[in-house]
């Protein structure tokens, strides 16, 4: 038992990461998970569902944590077909973590065995775990969708990731989001300067399809002052259909038109009626909707 904990402590995976989730906020991170799964387009699923997989334990709910583990599993054979071993490095993991809290030791160690057998490189040092940017990305995901408080962590790990790859779309796409989220946390904070633009512009050269990273790299233009390259970048978003419920929730915050707000908040909040960032836009607004 003492030696199969040992093992796991070297993992890298959402139970090594160091996630700071306060318990009243488990509620709001569960929902914003489930609601990205759902309207979230993107290449970049297997991570969100390992996430999903954690929360489930933290509420006491293994064997739910079990399932989105194997769907983590499904979708990596999907999406990152030649790079499986890599990738499902974190997801075997949390499997080998997930058994042993179950007290199922001996399928704990069949998935650390898994991972040993990958990192077994002659390069490697380690023998349960890899430096590589792929991980470095998965860690990057988890601590973004943690929360404030994590997201200087998370422009760590995208940043490390892109040394090795600078024109991942991926690591870029994570570095961009890590950025503009950072910029809006760190706004009241004296001397800090805000950097996400660049990062921006740069995931959506990279993301041409993705009408999410466009709607934030023009809500960084029109904070800058830039209003009609951001209002262009609105529109492009608004007419692709890439997530179109996020494209809603973030334009009508920043959308020149009163009433073009109302319309695509009334939208976003029809589809995710539980999300927490719909109460962060102007409280008019939503008092206006609800009186619909």
């Given amino acids: 038992n003492h030696q199969v904990k040992d093992s796991l402590e070297q993992l890298r995976c959402h139970f090594t990461w160091e996630l700071f989730i306060e318990d009243d906020e488990m509620p709001d991170l569960e929902n914003r998970v489930l609601d990205q799964i759902e309207f979230l387009d993107t290449k970049y699923n297997v991570g969100i569902h390992n996430l999903l997989a954690y929360v489930k334990h933290l509420k ?29 490095l974190v997801t075997w993991s949390n499997f080998a973590w997930v058994y042993y809290h179950m007290g199922r030791l001996a399928e704990a160690q069949a998935y650390l065995d898994k991972v040993e057998n990958i990192c077994k490189k002659p390069s490697n040092p380690f023998r349960y775990r890899m430096e590589c940017p792929e991980i470095d990305c998965e860690e990057g995901w988890a601590l973004l969708k943690c929360g404030g408080k994590n997201y200087e962590r998370a422009k760590a790990c995208f940043e490390k990731a892109l040394e090795g790859d600078h024109e991942n779309p991926e690591f ?59 209002e262009k970048y609105v529109e492009e978003a608004l007419a692709n259909m890439s997530s179109q419920t996020y494209v809603f929730r973030y334009a009508a915050k920043r959308k020149n038109s009163w009433n073009k707000a109302l319309e695509l908040l009334k939208k976003a909040l029809e589809v995710t009626p539980t999300s927490s960032f719909l109460y962060c836009v102007p409280s008019i607004v939503l008092n206006t909707l609800y009186a619909l």
């Fill in 60 to 88: 006491g709910q293994n064997e739910a944590a079990l399932k989105s583990l194997k769907e983590a599993e499904d979708l990596m054979q999907k999406e990152h077909a030649n790079q499986a071993s890599v990738r499902s």
């Fill in 172 to 230: 870029s796409t994570g570095y961009a989001i890590s950025a503009y989220r950072l910029d809006g946390f760190k706004l009241a904070t004296k001397g800090y300067r805000q950097f996400s633009l660049l990062p921006l512009r740069q995931a959506v050269s990279l993301n041409p399809d993705n009408g999410y990273l466009k709607v934030l790299l023009a809500l960084k233009l029109q904070d800058n002052g830039q209003e009609a390259e951001g």
